[in-house]
């Protein structure tokens, strides 16, 4: 991880696109994950209005087949992955070596740093150092981002547009088709019950360590990452399509972005018969719905942010997004709840009983924010 302090007398090289709307939506998405999923259940206490209860409910992961809200804030942190390669896409292939490897070294230092970050989040040490390595937990959030960026880089830097949207179709496929007539030893293909999947057997032969919670299959398995890289590829095709200037306009950029991600919620629940949308299992239709959601979101971002500049609004998850992979890190090493609780707990139990819980909720935001604000003005930004 390198923290980079930006200095206006130093010009980059090469000048990338950046969209105010990505790092807010990024903000945005990773608001829920730092304690913004608590605020509808403050509401609830505070108000007992029971229409605060559907969207406390929408901050929970889906058992098992479904969909939730929750369930999209992982892929689309890996679309907006995507969407940043997207935007300044750099064919390798043709370029001499001792120019290609600098970025090469980049992309694999940035993988393995990943890695080893998803294993420090994990407390994936198990049960204290020495590390036993059969406690270890390798398979995480950050892993599979790393993976799903690496791979998608990889087709970027090495394939034209069509090469990689030819890949994308042939992953959705070929998962489909693994999951749902694959045959394997002690299990019967198109069973997509927890313990009895082709994840849930791929994860027991080949992934070492421990699982999250127990799970089977992991939620960050094996299987399962393989289809994350088409959710960075969608993002990688909205990238490109951003940064091209389009004869009718940014409204018609806007446009056409809502529709594909309409396309795909339509497709996604469509095959919902077939292969139900799943987060676990990753399954190609929840591919297609979280693309989706995906492209719709920052469609309204894009719309709000960067065509009709109302950009003050956006601020407060702007500057969420600009350190998003550091604040997330940080939401499990540091004790936030305690941090906010000797900060403002006096405060908080000056109130009336019923406004405890969603005021607690908004001093842990805002101890989070304000540590973010003070990277921010000092232009310190943590890239990976």
């Known amino acids: 991880m390198e923290m980079m302090q930006t200095n206006e007398s130093l010009a980059e090289k090469v000048k990338k696109p950046r969209l105010m709307s990505l790092d807010a939506l990024r903000g945005f998405d990773m608001f829920w994950i730092l304690g913004g999923e608590a605020l509808f259940g403050g509401l609830l206490i505070l108000t007992g209005w029971t229409g605060w209860q559907w969207g406390d409910e929408q901050m929970h992961h889906s058992q098992w087949h479904g969909f939730q809200f929750y369930d999209l804030i992982f892929p689309l942190f890996i679309f907006l992955s995507g969407v940043a390669l997207g935007l300044s896409p750099k064919r390798l292939d043709k370029l001499p070596m001792n120019e290609r490897l600098p970025v090469y070294r980049h992309g694999i230092k940035r993988l393995f740093l990943l890695l080893l970050l998803g294993i420090l989040y994990n407390h994936g040490w198990g049960a204290g150092v020495p590390a036993d390595p059969e406690k270890v937990r390798y398979a995480s959030v950050l892993g599979r981002i790393a993976f799903a960026w690496f791979f998608a880089a990889l087709l970027v830097w090495h394939t034209s547009l069509r090469t990689q949207i030819v890949v994308a179709l042939g992953i959705l496929l070929g998962y489909g088709a693994v999951q749902l007539w694959l045959p394997f030893p002690g299990g019967q293909a198109g069973v997509l019950s927890p313990a009895e999947s082709i994840n849930a057997y791929v994860d027991s032969i080949l992934l070492p360590g421990i699982s999250y919670q127990g799970y089977t299959p992991d939620p960050e398995g094996i299987l399962s990452t393989l289809p994350a890289i088409v959710n960075a590829l969608a993002g990688v095709f909205v990238g490109h399509f951003i940064v091209k200037s ?101 405060v908080v139990a000056t109130l009336p009983a019923t406004s405890q819980p969603l005021a607690a909720v908004i001093s842990l935001l805002a101890v989070q924010w304000l540590v973010l604000y003070w990277l921010y003005r000092r232009n310190i930004f943590f890239r990976i």
């Open 246 to 346: 389009h004869p009718k306009g940014e409204w018609a950029k806007v446009g056409l972005l809502a529709a594909a991600g309409g396309i795909c919620l339509a497709v996604g629940w469509l095959l919902d018969v077939v292969i139900p949308v799943n987060k676990i299992l990753w399954t190609s239709s929840f591919v297609l719905v979280t693309s989706g959601w995906s492209m719709i979101l920052l469609a309204i971002f894009y719309a709000l942010v960067d065509v009709l500049k109302w950009q003050r609004w956006a601020f407060f998850f702007v500057v969420i997004g600009t350190n998003a992979i550091i604040i997330y890190l940080a939401s499990s090493l540091v004790d936030w709840k305690y941090i906010a609780l000797s900060v403002f707990g006096g």
